[in-house]
């Protein structure tokens, strides 16, 4: 095992070792897919780099709802297959893999006189299905508890924003739910790292060829040649701008953020069925720095890929409208502190092009390309994302002839995570991360896990327990320590202070919370750049 620790130093270190010989496996892409390929096959003992043109997280990745969905949706669809592999490998993330990243999140779906009698029905029907898929994927209840009928009380005490008056009950049921989606990533990322993987950020494939690539420094602007024995794409919604006989589908989910206290700071997610649908909900969700993201939208998103997709006014009001139908008081568009939106790269399969976005199928498609003989790994979803590295990886290791060992990702927990071995089945006891240290702040410990104590341990600039937002009237929300800021220096690979505000604390997701402490961050990170 090496270190898992991600800096500057390494990234230059690595960079100019990749030109001295030939990798076995080369990635293109540093998002969820991308980090689980470059995880999965270094476990199995193959040499890996990974290339990524901006930095982790940087496109789809980060923009999710932040769910580790259990399958509902795509059973409401017809669509089985997923529904099953999103079962289980929620079951993965929370019972092995990435626990202390991942929590049990209450739905709450309300009933009311204009909800109907066959409607509430039918979401019984449906919640129950779920409740099925969670059980064939083997999840305890006391992971995820059944759902269940309650009085409009219990409803009310976990989202209290909504109409008390016209409650006549609700539903509850349970997903899981990541701290966050970024978070992930780089959890990924760090831990294909400590098995041997090279994690280069800020490295662009500018040509890929089936026996290597070459590769753009954009910090330096330098070229150079990679050489290996395989090369896995894994570019999302960019992969056709890397290998023109990709065709995609692109779809924009949108999501808007609001003060978590203007619902009355829930501790459960609403669910709010789309008029028309059988399968779409708009949920709000409460979500860590005390916001509520509510989400989120399915709309067509032809044309080129833009570097950061942005939410329109129509997707917006649809998301304000909807959710406030069973609001005491509906959102306005001046509650928004935030809007976010992402590119979901769904697979333009045949017979899909008269299909609306909502009904392509999330299966993924791995597949040698004819144009660049690169293994394409395309489609899918966050929470599959295991699943989808295992067969690209498997793919590239049959279509280049490699030697290598089989996948163990389903028992390979990621770095912050328990490292008692457990089967697969045994889940970590509820209330805190199984082996992280007492007495540390409860937020610190749902990003870090058994890391949290160390984040604070190896912070050497002044400050380091105190919050970003400390003394700052408009950012005293934000829990974000200094020692975290530093932390994400190093040893998660961020190299500026937008690296830290975007991605690996999400206070960028508001505005006016990113300018409020962007100056002192900048400082911090500059400070932690040069003791490295």
Known sequence: MQSTALTARRRARELDELTAGTVDLLVVGGGVTGTGVALDAAARGLSVALVEARDLAWGTSRWSS???????????TGDVGVARESARERHVLMTRTAPHLVRALPQVLPLSAGTGRRRGLTVGIGFGLGDLLRRDAGTPSRVLPRPR???????????????HE????????????????????VALARTAAGR?????????????????????????????????????????????????????????????????????????????????????????????LGRVVVGLTDEEAPGPVPDVPVATQPEIDFLLE??????????????VVGTFAGLRPLVDSAGSGDEASADISRRHLVEVSPSTGAVNVL?????????????????????????????????????????????IGTPVPTGRTAGSPAGLPA???????TEAAQVLAAATLPGSASAVGRGIAEARHLDIT??????????????????????RTRIGLVPADRAAVRDLVEELVGDALTRL
């Not at 932040?66 to 409401?76: D, E, I, M, S």
């Open 443 to 449: 937020a610190l410990v749902s990003r870090y896990g």
């Open 322 to 335: 909807t959710v406030s139908t069973v609001l005491a008081r509906p959102l306005l568009p001046d509650d």
């Open 379 to 423: 489609g899918g979803k966050l929470t599959t994302y295991r699943t989808m590295a295992e067969d690209a990886v498997d793919l590239a290791v049959k279509h280049a002839g490699l030697t290598a060992g089989p996948c163990w990702t389903t028992a390979l927990p990621l770095v912050g995570a328990p490292s008692l071995v457990r089967p």
């Open 196 to 288: 041997g993987a090279r994690i280069l950020t800020r490295v662009r494939a500018t040509t890929l060829r089936a026996d290597g690539a070459t590769l753009e420094d954009t910090l330096t602007g330098a070229t150079l040649t990679v050489r290996a024995r395989v090369v896995v794409n894994a570019t999302g919604v960019w992969a056709g701008t890397v290998d023109p006989s990709v065709r995609l589908r692109p779809s924009r989910g949108t999501h808007v953020v609001v003060p978590a206290a203007r619902l009355g700071s829930p501790t459960g997610a609403l669910m709010v069925p789309v008029p028309g649908s059988a399968s779409r909900y708009v949920f709000a969700l409460p979500a860590q």
């Open 66 to 76: 932040k769910l580790a969905h259990g399958g509902l949706r795509y059973l409401a």
């Open 482 to 503: 200094r020692a975290e800021i530093e932390w994400a220096v190093t040893h998660e690979g961020a190299l500026d202070a937008d690296d830290v505000l975007d991605r």
């Open 149 to 163: 009928l309650v009085r409009p009380g219990e409803a009310a005490r976990l989202v209290p924003a909504v109409a």
């Open 166 to 185: 016209r409650l006549h009950g609700a539903w509850i049921a349970h997903d899981g739910q990541l701290v966050d989606d970024a978070r992930l990533v």
